[in-house]
């Protein structure tokens, strides 16, 4: 992010279609895959969002700015017909800034990609949910999400992360690890191993049902963190973003993403096992959001595949993790020998306090599903 001075950051925002001039650029936001900046031009009324997007992690940058511009288009679209108010409009959907020759997002001499939204201004992100409130709108945000896209065919949205959550190809690469064995650290865990083994079968769940035709394969966001949703100043969900990773996919994926984190007490890492317990408020508030939305479009296959989602994504991040340390930390960003070790292990013993709450975590979904029969 410090490569880039402020004058040649001026001079990229100036590439795009902006009203005024530019005053100020500045970092912005807590993301940690592109870089995003603030953009304050001389015009005053609307504020920009200078992204430069991450090309290391997304290979094909014209197929997610397709995705993005297709997924934009067709929710406004939406939006303007159910909410006929076309002032929300574009504090409900990003609106994204093409450059001055009409491109969707401008490539500067050294190969990087830049791309441009409108900032919507009184709006946060957080990183951690802190009340049911939050939660609830998250739900509701990514519910709505799902929902407004459900009419637009998903053969026009390319897979942009091949494979991004098949457990079956993640496992594969556990288990090439294992048998590289390039760190020598295989010897160190046999019991995350035997644990991860013991639910091979299990985990595979969501991918069975679809391979008998029984879940529909739909646009999904597939970041489904809560630091990608904009709340206003009352905690109300204005905004879904970070809209990269939208792909073809199982509402089960985008479920179980967002309740990974939002039903942890632990933070990811946690070096306390005790520590890593569950908040049933906090997933109870969620489902009763995302239900709110959702529940106009999903099937009865896809409401009990929900928890398979629950229960598989702590399991699949838990594998990566695990695989990463196998492989001598290459991929994610340790502060301290055996922190891959570490993230493994709270994340599974996230998929332990999930099995052993399991009846009752069902019981709320269905319960909540109920409500709309
Ligand atoms: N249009 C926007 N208006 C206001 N803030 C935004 C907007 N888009 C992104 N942000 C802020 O910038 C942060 C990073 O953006 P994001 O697109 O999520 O990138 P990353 O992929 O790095 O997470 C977000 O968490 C949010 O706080
Ligand atoms: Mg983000």
């Given at each position: 992010m410090n490569d880039f001075n402020p004058e040649q950051l001026a001079t990229l925002a100036s590439e795009f279609e902006i009203e005024g001039r530019v005053v100020s650029v500045s970092a912005f936001g807590s993301g940690h895959i592109n870089d995003t900046f603030r953009v304050v031009t001389d015009e005053g009324a609307t504020h920009y969002l200078l992204q430069r997007v991450n090309h290391h992690v997304f290979k094909d940058i014209?197929?997610?700015?397709?995705?993005?511009?297709?997924?934009?288009?067709?929710?406004?679209?939406?939006?303007?017909?159910?909410?006929k108010d076309?002032?929300?409009?574009?504090?409900?959907?990003?609106?994204?800034?093409?450059?001055?020759?009409?491109?969707?997002?401008?490539?500067?001499?050294?190969?990087?990609?830049?791309?441009m939204f409108i900032l919507l201004e009184g709006t946060r992100s957080y990183d951690i949910v802190e009340t049911p409130q939050q939660a609830r709108e998250g739900g509701r945000a990514f519910g709505q999400f799902q929902r407004l896209l459900a009419d637009l065919d998903v053969g026009l949205i390319h897979e942009v992360l091949p494979d991004f959550h098949h457990i079956g190809n993640r496992l594969a690469q556990l288990n090439s690890a294992i048998r590289a064995n390039p760190a020598d650290r295989v010897k160190r865990v046999p019991e995350e191993l035997a644990f991860i083994k013991a639910r091979e079968r299990r985990m595979h769940a969501i991918l069975d049902l679809a391979a008998q035709g029984r879940l529909p394969i739909r646009i999904t966001h597939n970041d489904t963190k809560f630091n990608n949703v904009l709340l206003d100043a009352d905690d109300r969900a204005q905004c879904v973003i970070d809209l990269d990773t939208v792909m073809p996919g199982y509402v089960a994926y985008d479920f179980g993403d967002a309740i990974r984190t939002i039903i942890n007490c632990a933070a990811e890492d946690e070096a306390d096992l005790d520590k890593v317990r569950l908040n049933v408020p906090l997933f109870e508030a969620y489902a009763d959001g995302y239900f709110e939305e959702a529940h106009y479009f999903l099937t009865a296959d896809e409401v009990a595949s929900l928890m398979e989602g629950v229960l598989l994504f702590p399991y699949m991040q838990a594998v990566r993790f695990l695989t990463d340390f196998l492989e001598g930390d290459h991929y994610y960003k340790v502060h301290h020998a055996d922190h891959n070790l570490q993230r493994t292990r709270a994340q599974l013993k996230l998929v332990s306090e999930l099995e052993a709450r399991e009846p009752a975590l069902r019981a709320i979904v269905a319960r909540v599903a109920a409500g709309y029969q």
């Open positions: 014209a197929a997610i700015m397709d995705n993005i511009q297709r997924v934009t288009n067709h929710l406004k679209t939406r939006y303007a017909i159910e909410f076309n002032d929300q409009i574009d504090r409900r959907v990003l609106t994204l800034i093409p450059t001055i020759g009409g491109e969707s997002c401008h490539r500067d001499e050294l190969n990087n990609f830049w791309r």
